[in-house]
């Protein structure tokens, strides 16, 4: 009995990494090949992903490097675009009170809209886990991800045109399945399709991905506000 | 390209772990006020339904509700295989099997 608490106890990283690898396959592999067509080297489009670990910031960061923005408006974009993880960073604070604070600065750097999906669902159905848990699941989502880019640039500089693997779909999917679980009552219902189709409206008026960020802070905000009036009804 | 490269990444590692790294190192000390606990109980919510949303229902800057669009059909089943398991892996796959048929018939 001990012995099986004792394995049930820690959560695995690297089992709840896998549909992010299964995500990030096709889309680094995807930015990879975007970057050597965009004129980068290979050690170039892998460096971003190397430091710089965001997705939709890298395919960015791409398209305004070779139109030759400048550095300033390059990096503001940048920090505009991954604003949204600030979010997730001040969200995750609160369930690694426990964790030795040394890890801190090298966990946090691994954060992302997938890994901190993930991390937040696994965190709040199991509130037994160690800093092992975070670098299984962080550090097997990374590698996948750096994995992934370095393939699609070899493969860019090596063949033309852009090949389709059909896994686009995995990320939405992956969104849709963290959804359903993050999703308890009619208040998150709620506050699901108000954020979403906000999301959606500002789009069409705010740069970059900015959207996701504004949306989020409001629809949460909302939410805050449903709980307030809900009891004081 | 070279300087303005190196240059650029550095510029781009800060701006990037810098929000990724000070509030988890700020706040983990840090008892919050309810207000504050009950928003960041929404944010899960919110940042999956606004990063999702798009993803299924815009094409190239526009709205797309057709049947024609694989996004917003391979969400149907993914949905509904989520809905049941309440799990990572099975809706995954369902989505991804549902896009690469759907993909077939529609193109």
Same mark, same amino acid.
């Given at each position: ?36 067509? #965009? ?33 300033? %408006? ?25 964790? #030795? ?41 990374? %590698? ?56 959606? %409206?500002?789009?069409? /008026?705010?740069?970059?991905? %900015? ?12 939410? /805050? ?9 | ?25 700020? $706040?983990?000390?840090?008892? @919050? ?6 928003? $960041? ?9 606004? $990063? $999702? ?13 057709? @049947?024609?669009?694989?996004? @917003? ?28 048929? @759907? ?5």
């Amino acid at each position: 009995m001990i012995v099986d608490g004792d394995v049930r106890k820690s959560i695995n990283g690297v089992k709840s990494a896998l549909p992010i690898v299964l995500g990030y396959l096709p889309i680094g592999f995807a930015y990879g090949l975007v970057g050597v067509k #965009s004129g980068f080297t290979i050690s170039q489009v892998v460096a971003l992903s190397l430091f710089v670990y965001a997705g939709s910031a890298q395919f960015i960061a791409i398209s305004l490097l070779s139109a030759g923005t400048s550095i300033v %408006t390059l990096v503001s974009t940048i920090f505009i675009v991954n604003l949204r993880h600030f979010l997730y960073s001040t969200s995750l604070s609160q369930y690694m009170k426990h964790i #030795s604070r040394k890890h801190i600065p090298i966990l946090s750097f691994f954060i992302t809209d997938e890994t901190y999906a993930v991390a937040i669902t696994d965190l709040q159905t199991n509130s037994e886990y160690t800093e092992g848990y975070f670098y299984q699941l962080f550090l097997t989502s990374y %590698t996948a991800w750096v994995f992934s880019s370095f393939l699609g640039a070899v493969s860019g500089s090596l063949i033309g045109g852009s090949i389709n693997i059909g896994l686009d779909f995995a990320l939405p999917a992956m969104y849709i399945a963290l959804l359903l679980m993050q999703i308890s009552g009619y208040k998150k219902v709620f506050i699901s399709v108000f954020s979403g189709l906000l999301s959606i %409206t500002l789009m069409f /008026v705010l740069p970059g991905n %900015t959207n996701v960020i504004v949306a989020a802070l409001i629809g949460a905000g909302m939410g /805050v506000l449903l709980d307030k009036w809900v009891r004081n009804l | 390209m070279g300087t303005k490269f190196i240059i650029s990444v550095i510029g781009m590692f800060l701006v990037t772990y810098i929000p990724r790294f000070m509030p988890v190192y700020g $706040l983990t000390k840090i008892e @919050l006020p309810q207000a504050v606990k009950s928003f $960041l109980e929404y944010v899960p919510v919110a940042v999956l339904s606004a $990063l $999702l949303f798009p993803v299924i229902f815009i094409k190239d800057g526009r709205l797309f509700l057709a @049947l024609s669009n694989i996004y @917003l059909l391979s969400a149907i089943p993914t949905f509904i295989a989520a809905y049941f398991t309440r799990k990572l892996f099975t809706p995954v796959v369902v989505g991804i099997v549902s896009y690469v048929i @759907l993909s077939f018939i529609i193109k």
